[in-house]
């Protein structure tokens, strides 16, 4: 008896992508030639309305030289090259992301930089070094792309890996003021492309922490409302 086996090639850049990426995000992230086209500054400056120097600086200002530093994915544009820089050679900045085309534009950004580290993985599962410590772990808009189940698992990790004295930042987006018009040209995005963004207008970062009370939680709005930056450290 003969047996028929047929096997089908998975593309490489999609193997084990998580499927609301897939479902969701394909264009924006997971795509090869869509993503070389739009890891640029100006697009980052255009999706958040001019804001991309503050909200940018809000995460580099929490940053000293020598620290070590998690961020949860990568970001388009020189982001991640700016927080290298300023962690320094005698820091460390370890870069997660969970698909393969982000981790090669990761890669090219921070070549040469020997204290980085690319690594591909869910932000939800990531383990780290166990001889690293983090000072810093930041979360860049990345919650509002997350179903809300995953939010959850996000946030645990993050927290769990946080020693005493470190912070985790959290940028993302948030309730926008009524008075605030990017509220309903917002509201129409999220309807349409981003049906994971509404939860952040409903809920603080802090509601998906199974720990919150055990974390003081700082929190600035900006640009009328439309973004937040949380800065969590541990209660003394
Ligand atoms: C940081 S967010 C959005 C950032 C911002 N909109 C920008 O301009 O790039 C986008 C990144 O999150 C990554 N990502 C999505 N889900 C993830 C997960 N569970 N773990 C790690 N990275 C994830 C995507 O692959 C993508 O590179």
New binding site residues.
Partial sequence: MTENYSSVAIDPYYDG??A??TEV?DW???NPKW?RA??RIW??RV??FLNDQRLMRAYLDEIEEGMRVWQ??????D?VTRVAKKVGAQGIFHL????P??IE?GHRKLAGMEWTKVIR??????VGEASIDYDLIC????L???PDE?KYE?VDNMLEKLPKGSKVVFVDYHNPAKWQPIRYVLKLVNRYLEPFADALWKNEIRHYASRADQFVWRKRTFFGGVYQCVVVEHKD
């Fill in positions: 992508v998580p609301y990426m995000y924006a992230y997971v993503v739009l890891d697009v980052v999706l958040l949860l994915a990568h970001v388009y544009g982001l997660t992301d969970v698909t085309i982000q534009h993985s869910d932000a939800a599962d990531f979360s860049f808009f990345l509002h792309e997350i995953k996000i």
